[in-house]
């Protein structure tokens, strides 16, 4: 497999593998031809406490915060969640067991599990976590897979094989319900794949998942490889043993792919809130659960999502972006006149849900939101005689002149402040212009 030629300098070096021989294609298995299929069954795995804590730039939320997280999860249509690396440090050890106590005593629907390696130095905490809390936790018990993480490594597959049968075996022998992750998985070899799923479910995992650990998948390659592995466990038996799919940014596919598997055949798919991990980070959940909802694929009461979101962005110090999708303070406002006189004709048509959609995809009511109307230099009449109806000021042509006048002149569009101090100063005015007149006659 390796061959050797002479270096630039000279001297003799090994020439590693081509990339086609060390990494898997997905993509490439079948010309693309991608369908969406609303499946059946949909568990969303909230990753925020412990993959998305593996930020280079996040900060580390206190355990209060964690809890308090946790508690906005069942609202959202979130059932399912890693409560952090066990076998970290004995700071997370603690941390694991109050959110399982959590969970327990507030009764929150929440099935927790935890991240670990296919180490019994991993397995043990969250045995212990288990046991102290009374709660079940489930082991996600992770393995590289692709032949690229096995020539740095220096493994070879009987090794993997061994290694994760020894791990599946040991945790299902101590009462843990266990998940299989192969990492890499997108970039593995099918024949691979399936000798290490097929062992897994051997030693007793109920759970195998699909991880696009470094964002190399696209939707396609996404379903290729769902579609593979559950026909593959199916033809061995293993039917009844379900697939998650974990997906990463890398390539900004992150929510597309996470449709793509459920409707392949994942039943549980991995995401983060503000999209926060490793690199550029995971799939993310809030625009996840929104388009989930959209597509009919789930029903929730998404009006907690703001508060899901401002809590991670002060937990993590990760900033919401003014024209983040959704909860971005700019996700519902607009500043240009031809959209704006769009909402507010619809506004005077007596429907709010007509405003809503009139010129947005997402309607500002599905997450406790409203259209905002605000005005700039590119506004026009609409803009700033909606503004003074929603402020409760007479929408005279005067007042509507004079905003637009200093909206034109500005570099930016006018806060609310800003906006008021041009009213008030205009009234005053006008005030003054009409006692001057009395003064006269």
Not at 176 to 198: C, G, K
Not at 239 to 267: K, V, Y
Not at 290 to 296: A, C, E, I, K
Not at 403 to 424: C, G, N, P, Q, Y
Request: with cysteine; aromatic share 6%.
């Amino acid at each position: 497999m390796y061959e050797t030629n002479e270096s630039s300098s000279g001297s003799s070096a090994v020439r590693l593998p081509k990339l086609s021989e060390l990494v898997f294609d997905w993509n490439q298995v079948d010309p693309p031809s991608c369908s969406f299929e609303q499946p059946t069954k949909i568990i969303l795995n909230d990753e925020t406490l412990r993959d998305g804590l593996q930020s280079p730039s996040t900060l580390q939320p206190t355990v209060a915060q964690k809890q308090a997280f946790l508690r906005l999860l069942p609202a959202l249509g979130i059932h399912s969640a890693d409560i952090g690396y066990a076998g970290a440090s004995s700071s997370a050890l603690s941390d694991v067991i109050k959110l399982a106590e959590t969970i327990r005593d507030e009764q929150l629907s929440i099935e927790p599990n935890c991240a670990g390696r296919t180490h019994v130095a991993d397995i043990d905490p969250i045995l212990e976590a288990t046991q102290r809390s009374g709660v079940a936790i489930q082991a996600a018990l992770f393995l590289g897979s692709s032949p690229i993480r096995q020539l740095v490594e220096g493994w070879d597959l009987k090794h993997l094989e061994e290694t994760l049968t020894k791990a599946v075996s040991y945790a299902r022998n101590h009462g843990l319900d266990v998940m299989f992750v192969t990492e890499d998985t997108t970039r593995a070899r099918p024949e691979d794949l399936s000798r290490l799923y097929r062992a897994a479910a051997d030693a007793g995992a109920s759970r195998v998942c699909v991880s696009d650990t470094v964002g190399q998948a696209t939707p396609v390659g996404v379903q290729h490889v769902i579609s593979f592995l559950r026909q593959d466990l199916d033809e061995a038996g293993f039917s009844t043993i379900e697939i998650d799919f974990h997906g990463h940014r890398d390539r900004g596919l992150d929510l597309i792919n996470n449709l793509a598997a459920l409707s392949a055949g994942a039943t549980r798919v991995h995401a983060c809130a503000l999209g926060v991990g490793e690199r550029v980070g995971n799939a993310v959940m809030d625009t996840l659960v929104v388009n989930l909802v959209l597509l009919g694929w789930m029903e929730a009461d998404l009006t907690g999502l703001p508060a899901y979101c401002e809590l991670a962005s002060e937990m993590t110090g990760f900033p919401i972006a003014r024209n983040y999708p959704v909860v971005g303070a700019d996700a519902f406002a607009t500043s240009t006149g031809v959209h704006a006189a769009a909402v507010a004709k619809a506004y005077e048509k007596g429907e709010a849900w007509l405003a809503d959609r009139i010129y947005s995809a997402v309607p500002a009511g599905l997450v406790g939101k409203q259209q905002r109307i605000s005005v700039g230099p590119m506004s026009g009449r609409w803009n700033a005689l909606f503004w003074l109806r929603e402020h409760g000021y007479e929408e005279s042509s005067e007042l509507a002149s004079a905003i637009l006048d200093a909206a034109k002149r500005s570099a930016h569009v006018l806060d609310d402040e800003e906006t008021r101090a041009v009213v008030e100063s205009a009234l005053k005015e006008a005030a003054a212009k009409e006692e001057h007149k009395e003064t006269l006659v």
